[in-house]
């Protein structure tokens, strides 16, 4: 593994956080406010999980999540394809082989300390940046939400996108994916030592950038 040093001047954004808790929209947008490079990691793992169920393999399977994950070509992938229930499904499958983590990990490292076209930081999120990938980042967040605001923005947002939805399923869904994003053994989603953590539940998407703004503007001025 290649070991990434931290260029003075750059800045390092971590975003971590539960599933549907905002922290993607609050990500990207950040990073659009500060003219940063931007990795959504969750389409990484969305990507291994669907070229494994298009393969016709097991998500769970070690084999075949680790090929597909050391073949990856992100550009195979549209952005509808890694948003489904199913997408996210096996992504939470794949993300808990340790085989399939550290073939990503050079990729994130490498765009958290190298940001494409030569931006002055990069925003990451995921559910292990501040604690695995980038535990140097000069801010981390963590974004978390209550279970039933999460569920009821998921259902809007899969309604939005002209997916049929059961409510109870989604509901059950997000708990098991709760339970196997925290659970796993190997860089589970747990908030670091050293991050804010930011309760989204009663905030619209524009509370929620103004808040992450305002921390990130203290945070760098120390
Ligand atoms: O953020 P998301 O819902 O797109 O992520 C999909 C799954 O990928 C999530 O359930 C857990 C996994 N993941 C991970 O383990 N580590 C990351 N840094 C990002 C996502």
Known sequence: MTAYQKTSG???????????????????SLAEALNLAYLDTGSLYRAVGVAVLRAGGDPARDADAVRAA?????????????????AGGAASTVAAIPGVRAALLEFQRRFAYQPPQNKAGAVLDGRDI???????ADVKIFVTASLEA???????????????VIDARVRDDM?????????????????????????TTTLDAGQVLAQAKAFIARKLSR
Not at 70 to 86: G, I, P, V, W
Not at 175 to 199: C, E, F, K, N, T
């Open 150 to 164: 999460r569920v009821e923005r998921r259902i809007k947002e899969l309604r939005a996108g002209g997916q049929a």
């Open 70 to 86: 050391e073949s990856l070509d992100l550009t195979k992938f549209s952005r509808d394809d890694l948003r489904s229930e199913a």
């Open 10 to 28: 750059k800045v390092i954004v971590a975003v971590d956080g539960h599933a549907a808790s905002g922290k993607g929209t609050m990500a990207r």
């Open 175 to 199: 708990i098991a994916r709760d339970a196997r994003d925290s659970g796993r053994s190997v860089a589970p989603m747990v908030a670091a030592a050293d991050a804010w953590v930011l309760d």
């Open 130 to 136: 501040g604690t695995v990938i980038c535990p140097d």
